[in-house]
């Protein structure tokens, strides 16, 4: 039956792009077809077969969920991959259509000759789907928001195998919610952001000693609180790859923006924070800044957990991450200044919902989890950024989603999923 609904391509058990197919990035799995639509036709039929016989349906853009959402045990996953095309599609708004099996990677490559840029995430090989979905933290956070702020329509197949388009004035609530609901309400076939024009950034790393993080670190998150939007900050230490306890403070930059005189007036109050051990910032295609994927080897679970810091805690929580960096048993650790354009819209204009945070901290390690690091931060952190969690439990999605944005997220889950088909995500019940 599914053969002869679908034109796209099937991959079955057995064979040698199965086996490649099979599973994410961060999870394996025997889903009974893998499918790869080529078209919205496509997608349809594969939802429609997966909820006619009560299937498990995954939905794999990139493949980058670190609770490997793009693959299951015994169900469908469909593999928007065919479905990446990049096109400029109105010149004088610059808007682009991108398909949901699109990478950031290669929509900075499309549109680099035109010399736009989308407000995306950190990563080439992350697909655009799931980032934009849950948020979309990146490089030019700060000065244009988040990567699902761009956002001003998306195409969508729901659970009942309708297609529909999503934006302000079409289905208006599934627009809201698709703009941090995460892949609860169908599949996106297809995404139209509105890109910005751009051009080279200043991108690097600072590098300062261990033992000077705890003026470091303080000093950073203050000059942030009152930084030029242009300007996105990472502070990462701890790194147990680069010495543990002993591993630099190393201070992330991108300034959005060519003017070499600009840069520098932006960065010396951070260059000033300490001994500089390391100054490698130098100007970039913003395409050059994405890195590419990290690939776990097999048998490594990577445990990501993140969560936010609003502007009264950050004394007590850097207090906290300082302690913990120096104590030798920390896991890697990320600090990111937040704020600007983010917190410029309304708390309530779409489903991502923690826009006042000022900080957000994320911790990662291989094989180990981090319940002393999260016990003793509790009390000053708040709220889960989805893209950055490695589990999907109820607490997570408590987390996630705050009681009145779960309400109405729920709501539009009963228009649109009310037997939650699309459940391999962080679920919203309706």
Do not use: C
Request: cysteine-free; hydrophobic content about 45%.
């Amino acid at each position: 039956m599914m053969k002869t609904d679908l034109r796209g391509e099937i991959l079955e058990p057995g064979t040698e792009e199965y086996a490649a197919a099979s599973g994410s990035l961060f999870a394996s799995g025997s889903p009974a077809f893998v499918v790869r639509p080529g078209s919205v036709a496509d997608v349809r039929a594969a939802v429609t077969f997966a909820a006619s016989w009560k299937l498990k349906l995954s939905v794999r853009g990139g493949g980058h969920a670190f609770a490997g959402f793009g693959t299951n045990d015994g169900g469908i996953v469909v593999d928007l991959s065919r479905l990446a095309e990049v096109a400029l599609t109105d010149k004088d708004r610059h808007i682009v259509r991108i398909g949901g099996g699109a990478t950031w990677g290669q929509v900075a490559t499309a549109l680099a000759p035109h010399g736009l840029a989308i407000s995306s995430g950190d990563t080439r090989s992350v697909g655009v789907g799931g980032l934009t979905l849950s948020g979309g933290i990146g490089w030019k956070v700060r000065k244009y928001g988040l990567a699902l702020d761009s956002l001003v329509a998306a195409e969508v197949v729901t659970a009942n195998g309708e297609f529909v388009r999503a934006s302000d004035e079409e289905n208006p609530e599934l627009f809201w919610a698709l703009r941090g609901g995460g892949g609860n309400f169908g599949v996106v076939t297809a995404f139209e952001f509105a890109a910005h024009p751009t051009t080279d950034v200043f991108h690097g790393r600072i590098a300062f000693p261990a033992a000077e993080a705890g003026a470091v670190l303080p000093g950073w998150a203050d000059y942030m609180r009152t930084a030029p939007d242009e300007l996105t900050s990472i502070a990462s230490f701890a790194n147990p790859f680069a010495g543990g306890a002993q591993a630099p403070v190393e201070v992330h930059v991108a300034f959005d923006g060519d003017d070499a005189a600009r840069v520098a007036r932006a960065l010396d109050p951070i260059r000033r924070l300490g001994t500089v051990l390391d100054d490698n910032v130098a100007r970039k295609a913003y395409g050059d800044v994405l890195v590419d994927g990290l690939v776990p080897p097999p048998g490594f679970r990577f445990v990501s957990r993140g969560a936010f810091v609003d502007k009264e805690s950050v004394p007590d929580a850097l207090r906290v991450l300082i302690e913990l960096g120096a104590s030798g048993r920390s896991p890697a650790i990320a600090v990111r200044s937040v704020g600007g354009a983010v917190s410029r819209v309304p708390g309530d204009a779409t489903a991502y919902a923690h826009r006042q945070a000022e900080l957000m901290v994320t911790t990662a390690t291989v094989n180990q989890e981090q319940t002393e690091t999260w016990e003793r931060l509790g009390p000053y952190v708040n709220g889960a950024y989805a893209n950055f969690l490695s589990s999907a439990t109820a607490e997570d999605v408590t987390a996630i989603y705050p009681p009145e944005t779960y309400r109405r997220l729920a709501a539009v889950k009963r228009q649109y999923d009310p037997d939650n088909l699309f459940a391999g995500n962080h679920n919203i019940q309706a």
